[in-house]
């Protein structure tokens, strides 16, 4: 019986205990395919899981995280979308190919990995080929780590759904990883970037990946200087990362028939915001859950296409998941990537 090392917990909360331990790998069969791990990133949505579940239906011992890159070393007799060496990323939700997702408005879809799904912090898996999709040939392991959720996120809001065109003006707010892709991807396609953040330090290098103009939310009322350097017309797409209250912040931001797509909870679970501006104003007010696999693909290409390279903050070795936790706790520029 061949066995695998993995990151895993009995328990979530303060009482959680992450440690090393060790799972049968089991046999290739039918369209399944044997993944050998190379490098996980992490995503604020892996802590909440540790600290409180989000009620989440965990499998114990549970295995965090959800993005991952690796090599297929094995495949089923039924496999027909990859072959032993094709280096592969994970999909967020294995069981939403393409077009509307899955659920319903009694039960919203919530089958995803790191979750409902055990995670990829385990040096192999074994799953079914539908949950898998080539990595870019232009990144090494570490950086196609990072698209699974954060680049999908940001692709999916401006491009999938927000069908993003040269010129039009797009608002991200901070300087993590969705909000980097974010960055990147717009400018990419010719938007004219704004970019909002506490520290100085963290606009001079978006400074430098492009951003064309910087805001200090420090620096008084961050929503009057975006007025002042778009001449009131505002948003036309508004990247909604940090949740809570601060939805109403965005409609002061967003543009006359702009988009806001909300993404981040980092104040909270419960928006809330002001009737004025929604009425007014008219904009799309788009809730985000990542996308499907066939964005992903889409971003892939485009990846390999454009040259766009991950912001990849600092890169940890498999042993050192606490050290890249807390520094995800910190507030990185850009991702934090586990490397096997």
């Not at 912090?121 to 780590?145: C, M, N, R, Y």
């Not at 330090?201 to 939310?217: F, M, P, T, V």
Request: aromatic residues 8%.
């Amino acid at each position: 019986m061949q066995t695998t090392r993995q990151w895993q917990t009995g328990a979530i909360g303060p009482e959680a205990d992450l440690k090393i331990g060790e799972a049968r790998i089991p046999d290739v069969s039918g369209t399944m395919i044997r993944v050998r791990t190379q490098a996980v990133s992490l995503n604020f949505r892996d802590r909440l899981v540790l600290e409180s579940g989000m009620g989440l239906p965990l499998q114990f011992p549970f295995v965090p995280a959800s993005d991952m890159a690796g090599v297929v070393e094995a495949v089923g007799p039924d496999v027909t979308r990859f072959k032993p060496g094709d280096r592969v990323i994970s999909t967020f939700s294995p069981d939403w190919i393409e077009g509307r997702g899955p659920g319903t408005a009694h039960t919203p879809h919530y089958q995803t990995r790191g979750g409902f799904y055990p995670g990829v912090l385990s040096e192999h898996t074994v799953l079914s080929e539908e949950w898998f999709t080539l990595a870019p040939a232009t990144l090494d392991a570490g950086e196609a780590s990072t698209l699974p959720c954060a680049g999908l996120t940001a692709w999916f809001a401006l491009i999938e759904c927000g069908r993003l065109k040269a010129g039009e003006k797009v608002l991200v707010q901070g300087t993590g990883g969705v909000a980097l892709f974010g960055l990147q991807i717009a400018k990419a396609h010719g938007a004219e970037v704004f970019i909002t953040s506490g520290s100085t330090e963290k606009l001079e290098r978006a400074s430098a990946l492009g951003a064309d103009h910087l805001i200090n939310r420090h620096d008084g009322d961050w929503v009057e200087q975006f007025y002042q350097l778009t001449g009131n017309y505002g948003a036309d797409h508004v990247l909604e990362i940090v949740g809570g209250p601060h939805l109403g912040q965005a409609l002061k931001a967003v543009a006359v028939n702009g988009r806001i797509s909300v993404i981040g909870v980092f104040e909270g679970f419960d928006v809330s915001a002001p009737v004025a501006p929604l009425l007014l104003k008219a904009p799309v007010v788009q809730g985000i859950t990542v996308g499907h696999r066939r964005a992903l693909e889409d971003l892939v290409r485009a990846v390999d296409q454009t040259g766009l390279k991950p912001v990849v903050d600092r890169r940890y070795a498999f042993e050192e998941l606490p050290e890249a936790l807390d520094h995800l706790y910190r507030g990185p520029f850009g991702k934090v990537v586990i490397e096997f």
